[in-house]
């Protein structure tokens, strides 16, 4: 038997980011990936990035699976979500799973 973090990895694919469960597809960076978006934790982190100077901005907060994504997206990079540019504000990486809070501008 796997120890605690193998039961981990496996849980975020078949527990976590289940379709049947919590997870929707939508194509990060291009690519088709089940992910979980987080409105309640977004409204949270949205006080630490007040000082935005765009007419209007749209904040997202997803979950992604690290082997799903590859690389972790690096800060102030942009990133593409369904088809629309984002700016990425925060990224962490955690036992295989990505949180990314990133910003969409229009001026």
Partial sequence: MGGFKEMVKEDIKEVFLDLNLFGETH??????MTVIFDD?????????????????????????????????????????????DYKVL?????????SVMAEEFRE
């Fill in 27 to 32: 194509v990060i960076a291009g690519k088709k």
């Fill in 40 to 84: 309640a934790e977004k409204r949270k982190r949205n006080e630490q990035y007040l000082d935005n100077n765009a007419i209007y901005s749209k904040r997202i907060l997803f979950y992604v699976s690290a082997d799903d994504m590859g690389s972790l997206p690096p800060i102030g990079r942009t990133i593409e979500v369904d088809g629309r």
């Fill in 90 to 98: 925060q990224a962490d990486q955690e036992d295989g799973i990505y």
